[in-house]
């Protein structure tokens, strides 16, 4: 048995679920609601807000109009802070991950590709080394987990309706694409990074605030149901504005 044992310091994110019941017009349908028919899932409040975009399609497959994952709604960079983003970690890192479900039906709470190290509910730890942790509506928990291998991992609500409608949300740990060199050979970087974080920033409406056991993420970019004169401030506040980043990066990269 190979077992590890990590410092309770870790780089923190938080996931709050819910489902929207809409109208065709976008508004409120309690009939949908007390039929359990959910129109829409949401993490932080969007639907499919941490998945692929334009960008990581030009850097992965060389094409922007080359999709990574099975649904990327909000590629563009029209979207600005409304954009799909992904979460980035370092490997054999502790992460720390505050789930919330707000919503009336039950989060089955998994990643795939990856085991929930600790579960912790009510300040008692529930479960170690899981694949799968149930969450009932108004509940919350902490999930520790250490990424072991580069890859890219999809935490999700193991329930295929709400995957499909909404609940999907992807990590990618260390440099699996194989990108520091691309990156370090066109300068945008002067050396290998241990995770993308260091390059593009995580979205900042999935980082909590820290305290006395949060490690720093190495940068933060606008993500989020912001208005614009929010998404303003954060800039002038050192948040990375990837919409005005990135055609300067594929500028550079097309020059390679």
């Known amino acids: 048995?190979?077992?590890?044992?990590?410092?309770?310091?870790?780089?923190?994110?938080t996931l709050q679920y819910n489902q929207l019941y809409l109208t065709a017009d976008g508004n409120y349908d309690a009939t949908a609601m007390f039929g359990h028919q959910n129109t829409a899932t949401?993490?932080?409040?969007?639907q499919f807000g941490y998945v692929p975009n334009m960008a990581h399609n030009l850097l992965v497959n060389g094409d922007t109009n080359k999709n990574?994952?099975?649904a990327q709604p909000w590629n563009g960079l029209?979207?600005?802070?409304?954009?799909?983003?992904?979460?980035?970690?370092?490997?054999?890192?502790?992460?720390?991950?505050?789930?919330?479900?707000?919503?009336n039906e039950p989060v089955f709470f998994h990643i795939v590709g990856e085991i929930l190290d600790r579960v912790?509910?009510?300040?008692?730890?529930?479960?170690?080394?899981?694949?799968?942790?149930?969450?009932?509506?108004?509940?919350?928990?902490?999930v520790d987990v250490v990424f072991d291998e580069p890859g890219v991992y999809a935490a999700v609500n193991h329930d295929y309706a709400a995957i499909y409608?909404?609940?999907?949300?992807?990590?990618?740990?260390?440099?699996?694409?194989?990108?520091?060199?691309v990156l370090v050979g066109a300068e945008i970087i002067p050396a290998p990074v241990?995770?993308?974080?260091?390059?593009?920033?995580?979205?900042?409406?999935?980082?909590?605030?820290?305290?006395v056991?949060?490690?720093?993420?190495?940068?933060?970019?606008?993500?989020?149901?912001?208005?614009?004169?929010v998404a303003s401030e954060l800039k002038d506040n050192g948040v990375i504005p990837l919409w005005e980043v990135i055609p300067v990066v594929a500028g550079i990269l097309a020059e390679q």
């Open 1 to 13: 048995l190979d077992r590890q044992f990590y410092d309770a310091d870790a780089l923190e994110f």
């Open 42 to 46: 949401v993490v932080n409040g969007m």
């Open 165 to 181: 409608t909404g609940a999907a949300t992807i990590f990618v740990a260390g440099d699996p694409f194989g990108l520091n060199p």
């Open 120 to 142: 912790v509910q009510g300040n008692r730890v529930q479960s170690a080394a899981t694949e799968t942790w149930l969450l009932g509506g108004s509940q919350n928990m902490i």
């Open 78 to 103: 029209e979207h600005e802070q409304y954009q799909s983003q992904l979460l980035f970690v370092e490997n054999d890192q502790h992460v720390r991950l505050f789930i919330e479900n707000q919503g």
């Open 213 to 229: 056991n949060s490690i720093a993420h190495p940068a933060l970019n606008i993500h989020g149901l912001y208005t614009d004169e």
């Open 68 to 70: 990574i994952f099975v």
């Open 194 to 211: 241990a995770s993308y974080a260091y390059v593009l920033g995580n979205p900042s409406d999935a980082v909590p605030p820290t305290g």
